[in-house]
């Protein structure tokens, strides 16, 4: 139903900015929730950022201030601003849709992840 694409992730030096770009493809009407999370070796998958269809956002402590999470609603498009990164930032980042209401309108009880974008942060 939905397919996620994600872009923008690479290489940055401590203290650097990346924005990273997911967007959202397939027959579908609308998705209520888009969301950031990320993934370490050794650690599991946390929730880095999330907005709902109306931009009602949600952040983690560890990110608040340094992460801006946003959305194009025309583009079925959703953005992480990342600032200030340090080396603990290194990881996989997904991007995830929920509370996706079908080409029908009828709502899907299904989420949907992206193939995920690697973001390293040197020291």
């Known amino acids: 139903q939905v397919q996620l694409v994600e872009s923008g992730g690479g290489l940055v030096q401590r203290g650097g900015s990346l924005r990273l770009s997911c967007a959202a493809s397939?027959?579908?009407?609308?998705?209520?929730?888009m969301a950031w999370y990320r993934q370490a070796p050794g650690n599991q998958r946390e929730l880095v950022a999330s907005?709902?269809?109306?931009?009602?956002?949600n952040y983690p402590d560890i990110v608040k201030g340094r992460f801006t999470i946003s959305r194009d609603n025309a583009k079925n498009t959703v953005y992480l601003q990342m600032n200030s990164l340090e080396p603990d930032d290194t990881a996989v980042y997904y991007c995830?849709?929920?509370?996706?209401?079908?080409?029908?309108?009828?709502?899907?009880?299904?989420?949907?992840w992206g193939q995920g974008t690697q973001v390293t942060v040197s020291s």
């Open positions: 907005i709902t269809l109306g931009s009602r956002t």
């Open positions: 995830n849709a929920g509370g996706v209401r079908t080409a029908t309108h009828s709502l899907s009880s299904l989420t949907f």
């Open positions: 397939g027959r579908f009407f609308s998705i209520d929730s």
